[in-house]
C-alpha cells in the first residue's frame, strides 16, 4: 500500500494548536492509518517535554496549513489524507478539541528534549486507522509541556 510522512520541524510549538493533524476528515470515503512515528529535540540544557497523540474529541475547522508530504511509493502523489495544523489557538470551534490529557490518549510521552528522541512502529496488525466520518477522521498530535523555540521535530507516516 502506498505510504507517505509529514511532519514539522524546527518551529516553535504550542501547547494550544498541534505540531500536526492527520487529517482524513475533509474527503468523503477516504482512510489511512499511522504507522509509525517520532519526535526529537536539540535543546542545549535539560527541559522536560510532554507530547501526546490523542483522536480529537471535535474536528478543527479553521484555516488549515499543509505541511509537505513525502511519498514513500513512486508514482503516487495524489492523496486522500493530509498532514498539517489549524491555525487557530484555543478555539474550540476551529481547533481540535482534545479531552483533558491522559484522557483518550493513543500514546503520551514525557521526554527531555535536551538530545531526546523516540520512534514508535506501530504493529502490523494494530496501526491507528484514521477514516474520514469516524471518529472526527483526524489523530492530534499536540503538547502538554514545551514550547522552547526551532529546536523539536515531530513526524508521521502513513499507509493509504
Do not use: H
Amino acid at each position: 500500500m502506498p505510504t507517505w510522512t509529514g511532519g514539522n520541524g524546527a518551529f516553535t510549538p504550542s501547547t494550544t494548536i498541534d505540531n500536526y493533524v492527520v487529517d482524513f476528515a475533509p474527503t468523503a470515503g477516504t482512510t489511512g492509518k499511522v504507522v509509525a512515528f517520532g519526535w526529537g529535540g536539540r535543546l542545549t540544557t535539560s527541559t522536560g517535554y510532554r507530547t501526546r497523540w490523542v483522536r480529537p474529541t471535535t474536528a478543527g475547522s479553521s484555516s488549515f496549513t499543509a505541511l509537505t508530504q513525502a511519498f514513500g511509493s513512486p508514482n503516487y502523489v495524489t492523496v486522500g489524507g493530509r498532514i498539517g495544523f489549524y491555525t487557530t489557538a484555543g478555539n474550540s470551534s476551529a481547533s481540535p478539541l482534545l479531552p483533558a490529557d491522559p484522557g483518550g490518549n493513543l500514546w503520551a510521552q514525557d521526554w527531555n528534549a535536551q538530545g531526546g528522541v523516540g520512534m514508535v512502529v506501530l504493529p502490523l496488525a494494530n496501526p491507528w486507522q484514521v477514516i474520514s466520518g469516524v471518529l472526527q477522521g483526524q489523530i492530534s498530535c499536540r503538547n502538554i509541556a514545551g514550547t522552547d523555540a526551532s529546536v523539536t521535530s515531530y513526524e508521521a507516516m502513513v499507509e493509504e
